[in-house]
């Protein structure tokens, strides 16, 4: 982040009970993420922080089922727990209350609210920062937060890695196209993998390939199929215009959620789902 925002959150007074008991403390590895303080005495019990990482942020409740925005880039996880001697915490609602009013003092909006959880977003200097907010009756509360961001591409597509894969395999997996959520628009990022997809077929004048698209199981199975379709039908249109691969060597077919290569339960194996495939024709 470019510049720091410290904000400071309305004290939240309660009376502590200091007795014998010495003061709980941050974990050593936790610090509060740079847009927000804490409500006073409260400490850090745990934290994750990871450079690149997604997550689900609710924007809507419909008849008790959530609507969300899938949000990804550098991600924070903070949890904060009362004072063990603290004879009155605040309540879930007063918690919900010092956020939203801190968002709105740096141009935030809340994006959704209920009794015990909210959701922010945050657009200033250029970054949007999206802010998961959650409260129980004992005091504690949680905040999940990710800036939204592009992730740095480690990993570089090979055209001779797409050979190798489809000899052996008859497919291979492209992990350096990205899209725009929830959409068919492809990031700029993604030119790298398709100059090697290029080469790929510029290499070998005979080869045809069928270009898959893949989703996770977020959403409805038949959005999940027409996006992919449409992911698919991008990449062929992306290799023919700007790379000027023949139209007939290449088909588009979009496979939405039907084969996943890991778990949908998680981050992680959702990452791995979204994907597009070559197949050989």
Known sequence: MKKTLIVGLAAVLFVTALGAAPLQVDNSKCKDHPL????????????????????????????GKPSTEHVEGHFWKLSYYPQATA????????????????????????????????????????????????AEFTGKYALTIV??????????????VFRNDIRSTGHAAVYG???????????????????????LLQ???SLKLFVVGHTDNAGSVDHNLKLSQDRAQAVVQALVS???????????????????????????GRAKNRRVELVKQ
Not at 242 to 268: F, K, M, Q, T
């Open 36 to 63: 927000f303080t804490r409500i006073p005495t409260y400490w850090i019990h745990h934290c994750d922080e990871r450079e690149f990482n997604a997550y689900d942020f609710v924007v809507a409740m419909t008849k």
């Open 177 to 199: 196209i990205t899209f725009d959520t929830d959409s068919a628009s492809i990031r700029p990022e993604s030119e790298q993998a398709l100059g090697e997809i290029a080469k």
């Open 242 to 268: 700007g790379h000027g691969i023949a139209a007939s060597r290449l088909r588009a077919y979009g496979c939405g959620p039907y084969a996943p290569v890991a778990s949908n339960d998680n981050e992680e």
């Open 147 to 160: 800036q939204r961001e592009a992730m740095k591409q480690d990993v570089s597509a090979s055209a001779e």
């Open 203 to 205: 290499g070998d004048p």
């Open 87 to 134: 004879t009155q915490k605040p309540s879930e609602l007063q918690i919900i209350r010092n956020y939203e009013n801190a968002v709105r003092k740096i141009g935030g909006i809340v994006v959704w609210s209920d009794k015990n959880r909210a959701t922010f977003k945050i657009v200033k200097d250029g970054n949007e920062t999206w802010v998961d907010l959650w």
